[in-house]
């Protein structure tokens, strides 16, 4: 989102300044380098669109992209453009103060910069600020912790070491297969089992992207019409107006075609809970097919959520490691953990995991997060997280009132969507907000009330039309104690 931020910003001929906490550029693909991290959007699907000639040039070698492979991409994104002379890496933003007497805001770093800018724009992404659970004695532990959004960049040598795994969202969802196929031993501390759909990645062979990139600008276009900003094959059919035979054989097409197209069988999947159970119990059935130990598969069968409605999760071998000896699965929700001992985790059962390595795949403290960690003041010097005390709002996820020429890429109520496009989106509206302001010579944009409630009811009717409101999701916050 920075980076292409800036590249509009040149296109009006203004000075900006990025910087970046990382000492790279990339974000969530520089964070997020544990073992298995791969982008679960296919990758003709999962970049830039803004440059014919980049995505013409850029040649991907799988189905889904790998992390690494993304970040190569990104780092060729911001020499291609030469848009490093502007970045300022190893540099977190600390504060920004807008001052209404002159209309400017003041930025402040962790370095000590204090720079005046006319605009400030957040590119801190919606999935930045890795979060690890308050549990007793976690300072405790005698052997390495990670966070899966936090990874060393130095590799870490699993081999012969007792593994522990918070977690079984995507990231833990990723990680866990490959840990099982490296480590002594692997315990997985589920407190909420997940919907995942098989990945079958594969290469990707060049005849096959010459045919997308034939009509790629075709294709951006469809997908941008779409609700998730992916060429998915969305069904026009309702659950029930097939019968039982024909709606098994379409779920059966779409397990082996593999991905979250999964979740657009039938089109009431995300809308009626009856539909939804359809697709639910047949992914409980296969849970069922491929765990051997009965006890694990009911386990790892998801039933407090409707399918998709806590982001679905893609995966490669993940159901099958728990048929590995190797393998072992506590499930802290009927057996909490009661505390990080020195040698591993305690469960209220008083059993003690014993463990070299704990890794946290337990998410982050999502759409607002990221903002409320900087001390970020608006109008009358009123804080952030004063203004969003009841709710994270915004008007359309790029702008919030108060906060006078701030804007946001991807902030609360933004577009959950396929992140390339909607980066995209959000920052071509920032650049013809600028353009207009600068054109106008208004010296402030600024969202009004009234527009901002607007914006935020249409959300929340949305939102009820769906199952989404229903399901303890990050996406609203759930995850976080008491942020709901
Ligand atoms: P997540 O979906 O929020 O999952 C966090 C996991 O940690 C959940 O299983 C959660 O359990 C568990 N957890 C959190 N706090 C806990 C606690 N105190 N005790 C025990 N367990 C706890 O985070 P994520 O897996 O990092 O994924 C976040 C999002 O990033 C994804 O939904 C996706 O949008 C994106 N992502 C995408 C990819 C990809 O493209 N393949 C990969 C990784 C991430 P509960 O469910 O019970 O809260």
Redesign the pocket.
Same mark, same amino acid.
């Given at each position: 989102a920075g980076l292409y931020m800036l590249y509009r910003l040149r296109q009006l001929g203004m000075t900006a300044r990025v910087y970046e906490s990382g000492d790279g550029v990339g974000g969530t693909w520089y964070w997020?380098r544990y073992p298995g991290?791969?982008?679960?959007?296919e990758s003709m699907q999962y970049s830039y669109s803004f440059s014919e000639e980049l995505q013409q040039e850029w040649e991907w070698t799988e189905r889904y992209p790998k992390q690494a492979e993304i970040l190569t991409y990104i780092n060729h994104v911001a020499d291609r453009f030469d848009l490093r002379p502007d970045i300022q890496l190893e540099t977190r933003v600390v504060s920004a103060t807008y001052d209404e007497a002159s209309q400017r805001w003041t930025v402040e770093t962790d370095h000590g910069d204090k720079v005046c800018a006319q605009y400030v724009i957040s590119a801190a992404g919606c999935?930045s600020a890795a979060?690890v659970?308050?549990?007793p004695g976690l300072e405790n532990f005698t052997g390495k912790q990670y966070h899966? /959004?936090h990874w060393p960049h130095e590799p870490v040598d699993f081999t012969g070491q007792r593994v522990g795994v918070?977690?079984? /969202? +995507? +990231?833990?969802?990723?990680i866990i297969p490959v840990l099982a196929r490296q480590a002594k031993a692997v315990t997985v501390?589920?407190?909420?089992p997940?919907f995942s759909i098989p990945a079958w990645n594969r290469p990707l062979p060049r005849e096959d992207q010459q045919v997308w990139k034939a009509q790629y600008a075709e294709n951006r276009e469809r997908a941008r019409s779409t609700r998730s900003g992916i060429l998915y094959d969305y069904s026009q059919r309702a659950a029930f107006a097939v019968d039982e035979t024909e709606r098994q054989q379409e779920y059966e097409r779409r397990w082996a075609r593999g991905g979250a197209n999964f979740t657009h069988s039938f089109n009431d999947i995300y809308s009626d809970r009856q539909a939804n159970d359809t697709a639910a119990e047949f992914v409980r059935g296969k849970i069922r097919d491929l765990v051997k130990n009965p006890t694990v598969a009911a386990l790892l069968s998801p039933t407090d959520h409707a399918i998709g409605t806590?982001?679905i999760?893609?995966d490669t071998d993940y159901y099958e490691t728990f048929n590995r000896d190797n393998v072992s699965l506590v499930s802290?929700?009927e057996n909490p953990?009661s505390e990080i001992t020195t040698r591993g985790v305690r469960t209220e059962d008083g059993v003690e995991h014993e463990l070299d390595l704990l890794i946290f795949?337990? /998410?982050?403290d999502?759409v607002d997060g990221q903002y409320t960690r900087m001390d970020l003041r608006g109008r009358g010097g009123r804080t952030i997280q004063e203004h969003w005390a009841e709710a994270p709002t915004s008007y359309l996820g790029v702008a919030t009132t108060g906060f006078p020429n701030m804007f946001m890429i991807l902030g609360p109520n933004g577009p959950f969507a396929n992140i390339p496009p909607a980066i995209e989106v959000q920052v071509d509206l920032v650049f013809d907000l600028v353009k207009a302001a600068e054109a106008a010579s208004a010296p402030v944009v600024e969202v009004n009330r009234e527009t901002e409630d607007g914006w935020t009811a249409t959300c929340q009717m949305i939102a009820s039309y769906t199952l989404f409101d229903r399901a303890?999701s990050?996406i609203f916050g759930?995850?976080i104690p008491g942020k709901r």
């Open positions: 997020n991290a791969r982008c679960d959007v999935l979060r659970p308050e549990i899966t /959004g918070i977690g079984t /969202g +995507s +990231s833990g969802i990723q501390f589920q407190r909420t997940n806590k982001r999760c893609v802290i929700k953990i795949a337990t /998410g982050f999502t303890e990050w759930a995850n």
